[in-house]
Nanobody, 124 residues
Framework: QVQLVESGGGLVQAGGSLRLSCAAS????????MAWFRQAPGKEREFVAR?????DYADSVKGRFTISRDNGQNTVHLQMNSLKPEDTAVYYC????????????????????WGQGTQVTVSS
């Protein structure tokens, strides 16, 4: 069992930056691939970034967002720069027992554990 707790969300102006963190419980953190998804009002939850054996990003955030992990602290981060109003969403941390890249990693059904989410609001 893995519990995930996100933090770091907030209100920021367009062009600004935020750093999200996700703290994971359990002693097997290194066995999991970790990912960030987001969900805007009225929209489906969508893939943002993932770090497993490889690192992957949604096209919409490439060059602006960076995912990283600190295995000693059981934490994964999402550094978000050059934020846009369309980045406004609830951001969720997720864990996948299978660290191997596959074409389905962009789907929520591939993930075993989820956090409760943290709100990010970007004003124009």
């Amino acid at each position: 069992q893995v519990q995930l707790v996100e933090s770091g969300g907030g209100l920021v102006q367009a062009g600004g930056s935020l750093r999200l963190s996700c703290a994971a419980s359990g002693r097997t953190f290194t066995n999991y691939a970790m990912a960030w998804f987001r969900q805007a009002p009225g929209k489906e939850r969508e893939f943002v970034a993932r770090i497993g054996w490889t690192t992957d990003y949604a096209d919409s955030v490439k060059g602006r967002f960076t995912i990283s992990r600190d295995n000693g602290q059981n934490t994964v981060h999402l550094q978000m720069n050059s934020l846009k109003p369309e980045d406004t969403a609830v951001y969720y941390c997720a864990a996948d027992r299978n660290k191997v890249y596959r074409s389905s990693i962009y789907y929520t059904t591939e993930y075993d554990y989820w956090g409760q989410g943290t709100q990010v609001t970007v004003s124009s």
